[in-house]
């Protein structure tokens, strides 16, 4: 059966959305490595499988473009959630992840926000290797980490330039103290509503933006008293907006853009 897919991209982290609604998903590790090629597939960041789900509009199942299974992802969450309130003509749906339930609204023609859920802060939770203080790590650089659904290690720095994240980014990812790998966040800080953030992601490389990570970025920074609760987040394709009272679910908004749909090719589907 032919599969078809919708590409999107939130400021250039980019993503396909495969809706499996009323049939089993035909995603598994190995297509999803195949598509997520860049030079022999579609090429994405992370693809979101839309799914049938009893307590919410949909269920959604992620994978990167290595073929590695991930809990969220902020910006194909939002993507998703487009085309839903599109063909439903409304202004909200909850989506289920393996983050729980996620709250996602419309608000305004290209802007979706959605409630990522409460960050984690334990040692297990994240999880690191051992006990340990969360807020300052035992690594050159002291980073903190939280846990967004998936892991977040985030180095605060003065000069953005001098950072060489080709070379440090996969040191890091596959330190020891990480036993699921971890992305890992170089943040400078422009003021306190304001930081310019370059990625490095787990599974993925060096992206143009990821939601998550937004979100991992800002709560460290908050939870540092280096940031006050609303913060513009600047990435390499653009930015986003993230909200954190300190206490409940952090929330994410921006853009999302449709770019194109299609349908895979036999080859693809076939060693």
Do not use: Y
Not at 66 to 84: E, F, I, K, N, Y
């Amino acid at each position: 059966m032919p599969i078809s897919f919708h590409k999107m991209h939130a400021n250039g982290d980019d993503f396909i959305v495969v809706d499996a609604r009323n049939t089993i998903s035909p995603v598994t590790s190995e297509l999803a490595r195949r598509m997520g090629d860049r030079h022999l597939g579609i090429g994405f960041n992370q693809v979101a499988v839309l799914l049938d789900c009893e307590d919410a509009d949909a269920r959604l199942v992620f994978w990167n473009a290595d073929g590695s299974p991930l809990d969220v992802c902020g910006s194909a969450t939002r993507g998703a959630a487009d085309r839903l309130m599109r063909e439903a003509n409304r202004t909200s749906v909850t989506l289920r992840t393996n983050r729980g339930l996620l709250t996602c609204e419309r608000t305004s023609a290209e802007r979706i926000s959605v409630a990522m859920g409460q960050p984690l802060f334990g040692w297990s939770e994240i999880p690191l290797a051992r006990e340990m203080d969360t807020t300052v790590l035992p690594l050159a650089g002291a980073p903190a980490a939280c846990s967004m659904g998936n892991p977040h290690c985030t180095f605060f720095v003065d000069d953005l330039s001098a950072i060489d994240i080709a070379t440090l980014g996969p040191t890091l990812e596959t330190n020891p103290l990480f036993p699921l790998k971890t992305n890992v966040h170089f943040v400078q800080i422009i003021d306190r509503q304001h930081i310019r953030l370059r990625i490095w992601e787990r599974g993925g490389g060096i992206p143009l933006g990821s939601g998550s990570c937004c979100c991992g970025a800002a709560v460290n920074g908050i939870r540092r008293g280096l940031l006050d609760n609303s913060v513009e987040v600047e990435c390499d394709g653009g930015s986003v907006t993230v909200q954190w009272d300190g206490r409940g679910s952090v929330v994410l908004s921006g853009p999302v853009v449709s770019v194109f749909s299609g349908s895979l090719a036999d080859g693809l589907l076939c060693d």
